[in-house]
């Protein structure tokens, strides 16, 4: 069993920074992907960005791009979201996902959650206007 761990979210004002951290503990489990899921209230959870376990970013949706940059640091199981320039749509909770290895196919949908088997608990990231 892989258990993920957030942290780094916050109240920020509109134009400024955070960054999330997700850590992964738990195994011996191969992760393929690890993705970052935000839903904001009363809004359907979607997909920010996804990253593979070798550090290759697949996806990011159309609203976060130029402003979010996914990062993972293998020797410490972390995934992480740097995010710029945030504005009042970004205000949601962020949850980390990982996808077991082997996952053929995965980055054809990378954004689908139902395609990750684990999840943390999530972070609340505020941005004020």
């Known amino acids: 069993q892989v258990t993920l761990v957030e942290s780094g979210g916050g109240l920020v004002q509109a134009g400024g920074s955070l960054r999330l951290s997700c850590t992964a503990s738990g195994g011996p489990i191969k992760l393929h992907a690890m993705g970052w899921f935000r839903q904001a209230p009363g809004k359907e959870r979607e997909a920010v960005t996804a990253i593979t376990w070798r550090g290759t970013t697949i996806y990011y949706v159309d609203s976060v791009k130029d402003r979010f940059t996914a990062s993972i640091d293998n020797a410490k199981s972390t995934v992480f979201l740097q995010m710029n320039n945030l504005n009042s749509e970004d205000t949601a909770i962020y949850s980390c996902?990982?996808?077991?290895?082997?996952?053929?196919?995965?980055?054809?949908?990378?954004?689908?959650?139902?395609?990750?088997?684990?999840w943390g608990q999530g972070t609340q990231v505020t941005v004020s206007s």
């Open positions: 996902a990982a996808a077991r290895d082997p996952f053929p196919g995965f980055c054809l949908l990378p954004s689908q959650s139902r395609r990750y088997h684990y």
